[in-house]
């Protein structure tokens, strides 16, 4: 059984960036999957922010595009995400997940980031 | 604003059978597959209906899902007081080209 599970600091300060990382256990991040970064802003909905496949190919969010960068560490068994210019508006937990064109089977437990100075 | 519409709330009482609408249009359900997610306060979502209307086999029979033109639904029978989370439909988006959610509807057990 997959399971996901997201780390990295949990306030980060406007203007600064976001890296966090999402270790994946019982599958390889090399297997024929898509893996995601989904966030929820406290007390909204879901917002899909991207995607990166076994490949290394990526899809973002168009409104989110500019400032994401998801990477895959096959080494590590794991993939990560990078969120730049963050403001008040990107506090969220931030999820990651496998599944590709709106399946999500598998997600993490949901780490909640802070924006603030 | 969600690209796919959702009602805010639901509720029923229990034993009775439950609705929740999604409304899209051509570029996601209408031409591609629905998925429904169930989420407790505080936990990850998970899903309860992918492909329209297949249910994983650890979801309960009482969830099902259909989808016709451009709207899909979940109906929830039997309702019962563990029913009450928020629920979620996604799709993919051609157009934006990736997945989209509707806005969550709060189901409460009366």
């Known amino acids: 059984q997959v399971q996901l599970q997201e780390s990295g600091p949990g306030l980060v300060k406007p203007s600064g960036s976001l890296s966090l990382t999402c270790e994946v256990s019982?599958?390889?991040?090399?297997?024929?999957?898509?893996w995601n970064w989904v966030r929820q802003s406290p007390g909204k909905g879901l917002e899909w922010i991207g995607e990166?496949?076994?490949?290394?190919?990526?899809n973002y969010n168009t409104s989110l595009k500019s400032r994401v960068t998801i990477s895959l560490d096959k080494s590590s068994n794991h993939f990560s995400l990078e969120l730049t210019s963050m403001t008040a508006a990107d506090t969220a937990v931030y999820y990651c997940?496998?599944?590709?064109?709106?399946?999500?089977?598998?997600w993490g437990q949901g780490i909640l980031v802070i924006v603030s100075s | 604003q969600s690209v796919l519409t959702q009602p805010p709330s639901a509720s029923g009482t229990p034993g009775q059978r439950v609705t929740i609408p999604c409304s899209g249009s051509s570029s996601n359900i209408g031409s591609t597959y629905v998925y429904w997610y169930q989420q407790f306060p505080g936990t990850a979502p998970r899903v309860l209906i992918f492909?329209?209307?297949q249910r994983p086999s650890a979801v309960s029979d009482r969830f099902s899902g259909s989808k016709s033109g451009t709207s899909a639904s979940l109906a929830i029978s039997g309702l019962r007081a563990e029913d009450e989370a928020d629920y979620y439909c996604?799709?993919?988006?051609?157009?934006?080209?990736?997945?989209?959610f509707g806005g969550g509807t709060k189901l409460t057990v009366l």
């Open positions: 997940s496998r599944g590709g064109f709106g399946h999500f089977d598998s």
């Open positions: 996604a799709s993919w988006d051609e157009t934006m080209n990736g997945p989209v």
């Open positions: 492909r329209d209307d």
């Open positions: 990166i496949y076994h490949s290394g190919s990526t």
């Open positions: 019982g599958a390889s991040i090399s297997s024929r999957n898509w």
